[in-house]
């Protein structure tokens, strides 16, 4: 028991300090390493994905507010697409062939990819218009964040917002519909349609995954799929791994962690399309 709780732990400090940083909340390595390392069974690895997911954007989350890193007001908008999106994919579950949506959005990610290659090599995180999305200066969505690998004040806009606000519509769509994470859509969303730098969108993904999973857990404790033997220890791990995490995201070379985030991206988008064309 102390052995496995100690390597539980070990699994989510990882987790914690890669969903930190990636903007992704560990569910991605969580549930990989219960199922097909330690033989769990789907029902409760998902169940302690979720509580990862809310470990590490309660961890992560309080140094991104206290720095300032985090765009609040774009995390709070998005969440309205994502929550009309869930509820209306969990509404239309068996209405639509599953994979249609599979197909659909493995494209997308497989496009967002190709375009964070695109901006990798173009070398230019920030990216400034003479003239400013009225809605996204309506809404005052444009932010700001303090750059601790280079050491200056970085200001920048947020563009083309009715299409970050569709992806995330959808996006909630398919999590609904397939019970699919959404953390790589809404970096998606910010990075690649919104034109957002990527530290913030990382950092705002993390608080807008701890509230979507937030919303599930009662579902998930209710019908018994948390294990408290596995996902206790798995949430200490994770606590400390995300405030790890945070820290390490901020003196990271943006470059850097678009290095980490595009394979990662690019395996669910294959994945995804994979799933899509065998139907499953």
């Known amino acids: 028991m102390i052995q496995t709780m100690l390597i539980m732990m070990g699994v989510g400090l990882f ?62 908008f998005l969440e309205i697409a994502t929550t009309i999106g869930g509820i209306s994919g969990a509404l239309l579950t068996g209405v639509l062939d599953p994979k249609y949506l599979y197909l659909l959005f493995g494209a997308l990610l497989v496009f967002s990819g190709w375009n964070m290659w695109r901006k990798l090599r173009r070398g230019q995180e920030v990216l400034s218009n003479v003239k400013p999305d009225p809605i996204a200066t309506k809404l005052k969505l444009n932010g700001s964040y303090f750059d601790k690998n280079e050491f200056k004040q970085v200001d920048y806009q947020v563009e083309d917002v009715p299409q970050g606000f569709l992806v995330m519509l959808g996006a909630g769509l398919a999590s609904g519909m397939l019970g699919i994470g959404s953390g790589a859509f809404k970096v ?91 139907g499953g």
């Open 188 to 278: 998606t969303a910010m990075d690649t349609f919104m034109k957002m730098p990527l530290k913030p969108s990382s950092a705002t993904s993390n608080l807008m995954m701890g509230v979507t999973a937030a919303a599930s857990a009662t579902v998930y404790f209710f019908n018994g799929s948390i294990l408290p033997n596995i996902a206790v220890p798995l949430a200490l791990g994770i606590l400390v791994g995300a405030v790890i995490g945070s820290r390490v995201m901020q003196v990271l070379p943006a470059r850097v962690i678009r290095i980490i985030f595009i394979p990662v991206i690019l395996f669910i988008g294959l994945q995804m399309l994979y799933k899509g064309i065998i």
């Open 15 to 76: 987790a914690g300090i890669a969903g930190a940083i990636l903007g992704l909340g560990g569910g991605i390595i969580i549930t990989p390493v219960l199922t097909l390392m330690m033989g769990l069974d789907i029902k409760y690895a998902i169940g302690a994905s979720i509580i990862a997911v809310i470990a590490t954007s309660s961890g992560s989350t309080i140094a991104y507010l206290r720095d300032d890193v985090l765009n609040l007001r774009v995390a709070m």
